[in-house]
């Protein structure tokens, strides 16, 4: 079964940094486009910035270029979001999703992780 | 940045009716546009991609159209699962972006 699973959720105080995961299985991970897509409580879906596991070329959304980081590991087949310092207003639930096709970055996300929601809070 | 404008905002209609959801582009984004399915506590699920194409396992009540700036998602014979929030997504562009979700509740 193609799947991503996603690290569970966190609680963090301003400031602190943070770096959540995000695992592929049933296919080849270094082959798809990941993808970050974050969706702010009661809001709508943005997308943060995709990744290619097989030479790590990244791209971001202007929103979150220099907020945050994305990268990849392909000897494990993990995907990863982090940031140096939250914010308040990082609180989200956050999702990993893979570019249905392999030889475009610009594509539909075909499977998507279940979420890891991040709360931060002082 | 391509912005992507969703119509109605929200909906409510009953089962069994048929039910159309637009989502106009700012700027002509050719076939470049996928349908999402999301239920509250899930995460969204692909439905159509490049405008019309029906993603493997979605029942084919749920159709696309459109090309350039309109498009249209439509739900032919509503069934109580289909009850959720409807994004489209272009990727025309060298970014991506999103409608602002259409909610379809119960009449």
């Known amino acids: 079964e193609v799947q991503l699973v996603q690290s569970g959720a966190e609680v963090k105080k301003p400031g602190e940094s943070l770096k959540i995961s995000c695992k592929g299985s049933?296919?080849?991970?270094?082959?798809?486009?990941i993808g970050w897509v974050r969706q702010m409580p009661g809001k709508g879906l943005e997308w943060m910035g995709i990744?290619?596991?097989?030479?790590?070329?990244?791209r971001y959304s202007p929103s979150f270029q220099g907020q945050v980081t994305i990268s990849a590991d392909k000897s494990i087949s993990t995907a990863y979001l982090q940031w140096s310092s939250l914010k308040a207003s990082d609180t989200a639930m956050y999702y990993c999703?893979?570019?249905?096709?392999?030889?475009?970055?610009?594509?539909?996300?075909?499977?998507w992780g279940q979420g890891t929601m991040v709360t931060v809070s002082s | 940045a391509i912005q992507l404008t969703q119509s109605p905002s929200s909906l409510s209609a009953s089962v069994g009716d048929r039910v159309t959801i637009t989502c106009r582009a700012s700027?002509?984004?050719?076939?470049?546009l996928a349908w999402y399915q999301q239920k509250p506590g899930k995460a969204p699920k692909l439905l159509i991609y490049?405008?019309?194409s029906l993603e493997s396992g979605v029942p084919s009540r749920f159709s696309g159209s459109g090309s350039g700036t309109d498009f249209t998602l439509t739900i032919s014979s509503l069934q109580p699962e289909d009850f959720a929030t409807y994004y489209c997504?272009?990727?025309?562009?060298?970014?991506?972006?999103f409608g602002q979700g259409t909610k379809l509740e119960i009449k």
């Open positions: 049933g296919y080849s991970f270094t082959s798809y486009w």
């Open positions: 990744i290619y596991p097989g030479d790590s070329d990244t």
């Open positions: 997504q272009q990727f025309n562009s060298y970014l991506y972006s």
């Open positions: 700027q002509g984004i050719s076939s470049a």
């Open positions: 999703a893979r570019g249905k096709d392999s030889t475009t970055p610009w594509h539909a996300f075909d499977i």
């Open positions: 490049d405008a019309s």
